[in-house]
């Protein structure tokens, strides 16, 4: 089945600055790739995603770029808000399957 | 809309009792979830529903049970409670689009204590 690592498992940043959260996949068969953002007390939330015959996407503040050769992903937010303070998860899809599989989540912290 | 509801949203259980969670969801999605969150654990599926009246294990399926009688709703019981079972759940529903599987909608969890 599919494994998906994440790192870093927390990250802390100062505002302003860009955080950069890495995922690796290991089934080639995978093609949709989401990114849930988990505020605390609350159920994860999509933010962005991807699907494999896209290299890169971008919506605002955030981006999420592909290599499908190396299986990585990853997810950029750049200008970080206290309020981007949350745990973050990655997730990959095999085409056809009604399961994803997620990674184990980045907690990034915002230090105003 | 009200997306994906869960209740109860707090919990505690004696080791042994047993309780029902319920999910529900009005977006007519086919699919449905139900994982568990532990610190440093991430997401592990326990069961997972491809459509009313059906029912399949995810990764983590000891210890409970789940049924999907109707579309909008998904339970899932807890026959004997134990300690290990301290957990936060989590309820989630999905479409699948053409191109594949889309995006799952999560509720806002059920926080469950077993002493």
């Known amino acids: 089945g599919e494994n998906v690592e994440q790192h870093p498992s927390t990250l802390s940043v100062q505002e302003g600055d860009s955080a950069v959260i890495k995922c690796t996949y290991s089934?080639?068969?995978?093609?949709?790739f989401p990114w849930y953002k988990q505020e605390l007390g609350k159920g994860p939330q999509l933010i962005i995603d991807?699907?494999?015959?896209?290299g890169e996407k971008k919506d605002q503040r955030i981006a999420v770029t592909l290599n499908k050769t190396a299986k990585h992903f990853s997810l950029h937010i750049t200008e970080t808000q206290p309020e981007d303070s949350a745990v973050y998860f990655c997730a990959a899809s095999i085409g056809g399957s009604y399961i994803p599989t997620f990674g184990r989540g980045t907690s990034l912290i915002v230090h105003p | 809309n009200a997306g994906v509801t869960q209740t109860p949203k707090f919990r505690v259980l004696k080791t042994g009792q047993s309780m029902t969670l319920l999910c529900a969801q009005d977006m007519n999605h086919e699919y449905m979830y139900w994982y568990r969150q532990d610190p440093g654990m991430g997401l592990r599926l326990i069961h997972y529903s491809v459509g009313e009246g059906t029912t399949a294990k995810g990764e983590v399926p000891d210890g409970y049970n789940v049924s999907r009688l109707k579309k909008q709703n998904f339970l899932l019981g807890l026959e004997s409670a134990a300690p290990s079972q301290t957990s936060v759940y989590f309820c989630a529903s999905s479409q699948i689009r053409l191109a594949g599987v889309g995006e799952q909608y999560f509720g806002p969890g059920t926080r469950l204590t077993v002493t």
């Open positions: 089934d080639s068969a995978s093609n949709y």
């Open positions: 991807i699907r494999s015959n896209v």
